[in-house]
């Protein structure tokens, strides 16, 4: 049988499947000849990442098709319960990816929190003429350590990043209209292991108590974050949204920045993906990536075996 990862996947999936007798194809075959390519070539499982849509003219038209694969979290890119009821088998890897996104935030927070982005950017272009001045400008830096992060949706990752934070000496505050309670449990590098207990609180909660905002929710019609829910906000708190483009009101955030409401922001999704508003790219108070939450080595690696597994699994 015959496997296409049109979106790539990682060598360690490829092993995988191969040893279990599947032939990997790993051509990128754009939208519109997909369906003429599936079918010319039989293949029995489709791997997408982001990039690739899987709809109804696929899913109708592609005979041979048994699975539909995504790696990593979200499938909006996929018509899934139209699958389903058409008899296919719709698979992700909801955790494989979870430290991966988590680091990122905190990646994004570190830097935000001591004007990394904005020094780095200036150095090069000051730093031997303008050294003092710039010292001057970035030296009112905060420390994590002691603060409150909230967290706005708490499953996989959203506990990831909150693991992370417990780390590093902040106060936890969590928001999830599905989850009620649940225990954290941290595992260190002597073995030795600490468990947190976290009961979940309600979102207007967490806008009042936090000083950093992380959101890990999935694509949803109406804005997760609007200008209501800025005005909740301290004053001068630093968020991040590394789930999906469209959960924040990116035209509420930019008021929010230029009232001093939100001090800084780190955006790894945006709503008009893959070509931001400009208005965002040159905005000093933004920390920005182009979506690699996910984009780790280790998290690729997981995210293809995890696939083969699955795959393997499911067709035997």
């Known amino acids: 049988m015959k496997v296409l990862a049109n979106d790539g996947v990682s060598q360690s999936g490829i092993d995988a499947l191969e040893a279990a ?10 939208q519109e000849q997909l369906q003429n390519y599936i079918n010319d070539k039989e293949i029995s499982v489709l791997l997408v990442r982001s990039a690739t849509k899987v709809r109804k003219d696929i899913i109708d038209n592609c005979p041979s098709l048994k699975i539909i694969g995504r790696g990593g979290v979200g499938m909006d890119n996929i018509d899934v319960e139209y699958a389903r009821e058409k008899g296919l088998h719709v698979i992700n890897t909801p955790a494989a990816s979870s430290h ?12 935000l929190a ?25 030296a009112k830096g905060v420390e994590l350590k002691g603060k409150t992060l909230g967290v706005i949706g708490f499953g996989r990752i959203g506990q990831a990043t909150a693991k992370i934070g417990i780390g590093a000496g902040m106060n936890i ?15 260190f590098f002597d073995g030795q292991k600490a468990s947190f207990n976290i009961k979940t609180v309600s979102k207007e909660d967490v806008l009042k108590q936090a000083d950093f905002i992380t959101l890990h ?4 019609k109406e804005y997760v974050i609007d200008e209501a829910d800025f005005n909740q906000m301290k004053d001068g708190v630093i968020l991040a949204n590394a789930a999906r483009g469209g959960v924040v009101n990116e035209v509420a955030l930019v008021k ?49 075996v995890e696939l083969a597994e699955q795959i393997i699994k499911i067709l035997g």
């Open 114 to 138: 001591r004007f990394l982005h904005n020094s780095n950017r200036d150095m090069p272009l000051e730093g031997d003429a303008n050294f003092k001045a710039l010292k001057k400008a970035y």
């Open 21 to 30: 007798g599947y032939e990997v194809l790993t051509t990128t075959v754009a």
């Open 173 to 187: 505050v969590a928001f999830d209209p599905f989850i009620e309670e649940t225990t954290l449990e941290l595992d």
């Open 217 to 220: 929710v999935p694509a949803q």
């Open 256 to 304: 929010a920045i230029e009232s001093g409401k939100v001090a800084r922001a780190a955006l790894d999704v945006f709503e008009k993906e893959p070509q931001p508003e400009v208005q965002l790219l040159m905005n000093p108070a933004l920390s920005l990536t182009p979506h690699t939450g996910a984009a780790t080595n280790e998290a690729q690696d997981r995210i293809g």
């Open 100 to 111: 991966s996104v988590a680091e990122l935030v905190f990646g994004h927070f570190y830097g």
